[in-house]
């Protein structure tokens, strides 16, 4: 492998787990605003998340530590949101916690965004 397809890699996978957070942020607003369920397809919105992570799940077959880190993140929002969607106590403990998974998302997607506009200026 070239020093140029690594690179080349290296981008794509930044950029593809810079989408999968952008989709997952999404899914989390979506969860808290009825606004953002009228604007975004919810099929349309899981179909983005499905390919993404499908396609960055295969980058990352190398990498086992990585891939598990990224399922198990996923797998929280997943479930956070569910518990945000069901009536009952723990609710309001599962908003709290799915807001703060956003905020991580967040961050985690600009300094992604950043990151693969300096891999693709180099």
Known sequence: ?????????????????????????QS???C???????????AELQAHL?????ALLDMLAGNQVVKTKVEQERNRVH???????RDGGEKPVALDALMAER???K???????????????A
């Open 1 to 25: 492998m070239t020093v140029q397809s690594h690179v080349d890699r290296h981008i794509d996978i930044t950029a593809a787990l810079a989408r999968l957070y952008l989709f997952l942020a």
């Open 32 to 42: 808290v605003s009825e606004r953002t369920q009228i604007d975004y397809p919810e």
């Open 79 to 85: 479930a956070l949101i569910l518990a945000c969607l």
């Open 50 to 54: 499905v390919s993404t992570r499908t």
């Open 103 to 105: 905020a991580v998302l």
């Open 28 to 30: 989390i607003d979506r």
């Open 107 to 121: 961050h985690k997607t600009m300094v992604l965004t950043d990151l693969l506009a300096v891999f693709r200026t």
